[in-house]
Nanobody
């Protein structure tokens, strides 16, 4: 089970921190990803962090603005989003898988999504 939270309405240039709490499994050995889906668009990769070495991976459009991190003791993954832009408006989903990184098709577990709205 994955539970995402932290979305909301923010002005352009503002910040939000998303959280995703995992329960029911040992997610410390799972890669964790954040994806987003804007209205009328496909779900796209935003960021991921590996379970081995906590290696982050970012989509080009968030690099330098978003930071992914994880706290295995709390079974939680975070997405710190800074300098938000109106085009970042989307439903953000967290996901978990033992091996997948950027391709959403290969992620096994998904949270319910949290809406981020960035006003101009």
């Amino acid at each position: 089970q994955l539970q995402a939270s932290g979305g909301g309405l923010v002005q352009a240039g503002g910040s939000l921190r998303l959280s995703c709490v995992a329960s029911g499994r040992t997610f410390r050995v799972y890669n964790m990803g954040w994806f987003r889906q804007a209205p009328g668009k496909e779900r796209e990769f935003a960021a991921a962090i590996s379970w081995r070495y906590n290696m982050p991976n970012y989509a080009d459009f968030v690099r330098g603005r978003f930071t992914i991190s994880r706290d295995n003791a709390k079974n939680t993954v975070y997405l710190q989003m800074n300098n938000l832009k109106p085009e970042d408006t989307a439903v953000y989903y967290c996901a978990a898988d033992p091996s997948a990184i950027t391709d959403p098709r290969y992620y096994t577990y998904w949270g319910q999504g949290t809406l981020v709205t960035v006003s101009s």
